[in-house]
Structure formats: structure tokens, C-alpha cells
């Protein structure tokens, strides 16, 4: 009887899949055919797409024939996925209003009520129509670049490498899914196509600043460091997918006509999230999921330090800091200068202000890695430390766990206050407004960091009269 009552269960849950899909694709089809029926957006694509690639490669074939005269050949080739990825994202610019009219331009044509009344969720509204905004930009973008490669290899008759035509491939795609994403989440949350527009400079101008740094790793051969910003760009479209699907609200779709800028409400809004609770346990309490997933995050950061660690630890001192590169060289120096409590403080305080803005403004990525990258080194150095002699490891301990014990948690709190802030958009929806969140978020971030300034001041004056001593003392009774 219970094999029955599960294999029912299994069938109904196949069912209610298949039901899901078919709402998808009904939205999807219906999405799809009207972008491809209208003559005015399909007929300059074609044309951009049959026109550009070939103007990019007259325009390399200048560039060669020009190099060419004092010897530079291969500068010249290198150019090339330049070009490429020049051919792929103007299509993406062109077509990024396809997605930024996807909910905000079917209002404004009051052609969207008829739609959110249909007989599906939000999520297969959102999944439809974002799907159906996506494979236009991204079929186009590939399209162009897949005719630039084919005329570069007729008339060049010199095949491109493997790796670089993956490579565009991986980068215009990313780049089509985070822009197709942010432009959805524009278009929920904008009360106008004009804005929309205007709204859209702050995806165009970033990923085109991205486009230029990977067309200089390409010009390069990075592609090691290439994949680390392909992995960094499928977090964000992740996470700007995640944004849309928490954001999305069809009553606020119709209800919603103009938003205004009410100061006067922020600032009350603000000053009773400020006087709300208890001011220290509070704001720790809220926190505590990004607290301990920012101390997760260390303790891994910490065991990847340690068990990567090269092998250098038999290499003379002056080795270590020639393989170690200009930062070990600079760190040997900013060591001899006699450091004070006030000059570590005003240090440490900007880091981690600057640290912590960057993060929030990265949706909490770089919080998030942040830990990473600083306890991997702190394992890297102890491992290093420790292979040279036990004594110098001990020595590295002393160095570190005396205020890091202190600053530590201090810059913990202001970092789980910026990642819980960012972190707010990705969240479900709440009984309280996406406003009511930020704020309170916000003020218990600038609680969090008026807990953290006393302990980081602490900790500076723990460094500078402490902590040298206690290492010095260990040295000093092991050294002959």
C-alpha cells in the first residue's frame, strides 16, 4: 500500500510539474511573438547583425595592415576578440529594451491587467516573460558573433583557438543573462518606460567597464582570471534573478501608479528603526545569520590558506620575500616604521568602512568574500611560519590573536550590518514595505557600527603596546 501511495504521489507531482511548464511556455509563446512581430525592432537587428561584423572586420583588417608597417603583427591579431566581443554586446545594448519594457511597457499599453489576471503564479509570470526577454539579446549576440568568426575564418583561412571562442561565448552569454536580469527588475519596480531608460545607465556603463577589462585578458591570454570574472558574473545573475523573483508583485504592478520621494517619511521611518529595541542586542540578534555565515566564511578562508600554502618554507628569508613579489617587499618595509594606536585605528576604521560600502553596493559579494581572501591569508602566512621553524609559527600566533581577538568580531559586526543591508532586496516579500527593511537595516547597520569603533580602538591600542611585546618575549627567550 505505501509503494502505491508514492508512486501516486510521484505521478501527481509529475502532473503538477507539467502543469507549471505549460503556464511558462503559454507566457514565453505569447511574449516571444510579440517582440518578433514587431517589424520596427526586428528589421534594425538584422541589419546590426549582418552589418556590424563584417565593418569590425574591414576595421581589423585596417588595423593589420597599419601594425604591419613597424613589425607589430601580433599586436594587431590580438585585437581580434576585442572586435569579437565588440560585435556581441553593441546587439545586447540595442535589445536591453526588450526586458525594460517587459512589465513596465505592457502597463503603459494597459495590455498587463489582462495578463497578471491569468490563471498562473508570479513566478511563472516572472519566468515566462524573463525567458522570453532573454533568448532574443542572446541569440542575436551570439548570432553576430558567430558570422564575425566565420568571415574571419574565410577570409583569414586561420581557425580561432578553442579556448577563445568559448570563451566569448561564456562572457557575451553571462553578459546577456545579468542585463536581461537587471532590466527586469528595473522594469518591476519603474512607473514609466522613460524612467526605465534612464534607469538602464546603471547596467549599460558597468558591464561595458567589464567588457574592456575581459577584452584586455583575452588581449593577454588570462583566461585563468577570466574564469574567476565569469564566476563572479553568474553569482550576480544569480543573485539579480533572485532580486527579481523576491521583488515581483503583481498588486503592486496595478496598483502602484507614481512613486514620490517622501524624505519626511524616510527620516521618520529611520529615526523609529534607530530607537527601536534594544541598541546593542538588537541590532546583534537581527544580524546573527550573517554573522555566522561571515565566520563561516573566514574558517574556510583560513583552511584553504593553510592547506594551499606553496612550498617555499625552505627558501631563505630574502627567497621568500622575491617570490612573495613587490607586497612582500612593502610589507618587510611598512614593518620598520614604528606604527601608533590612533594611526592603526583611523587605518582600520576606513577599510572597514570603504570594505563594507563595497559590499553593499555588490549586492554582499565582496563581504562575503572579503573573509575569504583575509583569513586565507593570515592561514597561508602561520602555515608559512610554521614550516620555516615552529617558533617563528608561535611567534605568528602571538602577532595576530592578541587584537585580533577584538577586531575580529568588531569587523565582523559592521560586515554581517552590510551584508544583512544588501541582502535585503534578495529577501521574500514581508509583511513590512522593501523601504521599512532598509531602513531598519540601515540602522542597525550604524549600530553595529558604534559597537565596533570602541573594540577597533581597543584593538589598535592592544597592537601597538601589546602585541609586540609578547612577541618579542617569545623570541627573545627561544632565540640563542
Known amino acids: 500500500m505505501p509503494l502505491v501511495n508514492e508512486g501516486t504521489g510521484l505521478r501527481d507531482l509529475g502532473k503538477r510539474g507539467q502543469r507549471w511548464l505549460r503556464g511558462v511556455w503559454v507566457i514565453f509563446r505569447r511574449d516571444l511573438l510579440d517582440i518578433l512581430r514587431d517589424w520596427r525592432l526586428v528589421s534594425p537587428l538584422a541589419l546590426l547583425l549582418f552589418i556590424f561584423p563584417v565593418l569590425a572586420l574591414l576595421s581589423a583588417e585596417a588595423a593589420t595592415r597599419y601594425m604591419a608597417q613597424f613589425g607589430a603583427q601580433l599586436v594587431a591579431e590580438r585585437l581580434l576578440p576585442f572586435l569579437a566581443l565588440a560585435t556581441g554586446f553593441l546587439p545586447l545594448t540595442v535589445c536591453l529594451i526588450i526586458p525594460l519594457e517587459t512589465f513596465v511597457g505592457e502597463k503603459e499599453r494597459r495590455t498587463l491587467e489582462p495578463l497578471l489576471a491569468a490563471p498562473v503564479s508570479d513566478l511563472q509570470l516572472y519566468v515566462g516573460k524573463g525567458l522570453a526577454a532573454l533568448i532574443v539579446p542572446t541569440v542575436t549576440s551570439l548570432l553576430g558573433v558567430t558570422l564575425y568568426l566565420l568571415i574571419l575564418i574565410a577570409r583569414r583561412a586561420l581557425p580561432p583557438e578553442p579556448a577563445l571562442v568559448l570563451s566569448l561565448y561564456g562572457i557575451l552569454s553571462l553578459h546577456a543573462v545579468v542585463m536581461v536580469a537587471g532590466a527586469i527588475v528595473i522594469s518591476t519596480q519603474s512607473h514609466s518606460v522613460r524612467g526605465a531608460n534612464l534607469l538602464a545607465s546603471f547596467i549599460i556603463l558597468p558591464l561595458s567597464m567589464l567588457l574592456v577589462f575581459e577584452s584586455s585578458l583575452l588581449f593577454w591570454g588570462s583566461y585563468r582570471m577570466l574564469m574567476i570574472i565569469l564566476c563572479i558574473l553568474l553569482a550576480y545573475a544569480v543573485l539579480l534573478v533572485r532580486m527579481g523573483v523576491a521583488l515581483f508583485n503583481r498588486e503592486q504592478l496595478l496598483s502602484a501608479e507614481f512613486d514620490t520621494l517622501d524624505l519626511r517619511g524616510m527620516a521618520r521611518g529611520f529615526w523609529r528603526a534607530l530607537r527601536m529595541g534594544d541598541p546593542v542586542w538588537g541590532p546583534i540578534r537581527r544580524s546573527g545569520g550573517a554573522l555566522a555565515t561571515l565566520a563561516l566564511l573566514g574558517l574556510m578562508g583560513f583552511a584553504l590558506g593553510w592547506s594551499l600554502t606553496p612550498g617555499i618554507g625552505s627558501l631563505p628569508a630574502e627567497a621568500i620575500l622575491e617570490r612573495l613579489g613587490p607586497g612582500g617587499q612593502n610589507l618587510s618595509r611598512s614593518l620598520a616604521l614604528p606604527p601608533t594606536a590612533w594611526g592603526i585605528f583611523i587605518h582600520n576604521l576606513r577599510a572597514v568602512l570603504a570594505n563594507a560600502l563595497l559590499g553593499a553596493l555588490s549586492l554582499g559579494l ?52 552590510a551584508l544583512r543591508l544588501s541582502l535585503t532586496l534578495l ?46 618575549g617569545w623570541l627573545a627567550a627561544r632565540l640563542p
Open 427 to 472: 529577501t521574500p516579500p514581508h509583511p513590512r514595505s522593501l523601504r521599512d527593511r532598509l531602513l531598519l537595516a540601515l540602522a542597525d547597520w550604524l549600530k553595529l557600527l558604534g559597537i565596533a569603533i570602541p573594540l577597533l580602538l581597543l584593538a589598535a591600542w592592544i597592537e601597538v603596546h601589546v602585541t609586540p611585546r609578547l612577541v618579542l
Open 366 to 417: 565582496w563581504v562575503a568574500f572579503y573573509p575569504v581572501g583575509l583569513m586565507g591569508l593570515i592561514g597561508m602566512l602561520l602555515r608559512l611560519l610554521f614550516t620555516i621553524d615552529p617558533s617563528l609559527g608561535m611567534a605568528g600566533i602571538l602577532a595576530v590573536l592578541p587584537h585580533g581577538l577584538v577586531e575580529l568580531p568588531a569587523v565582523g559586526l559592521v560586515f554581517a550590518g
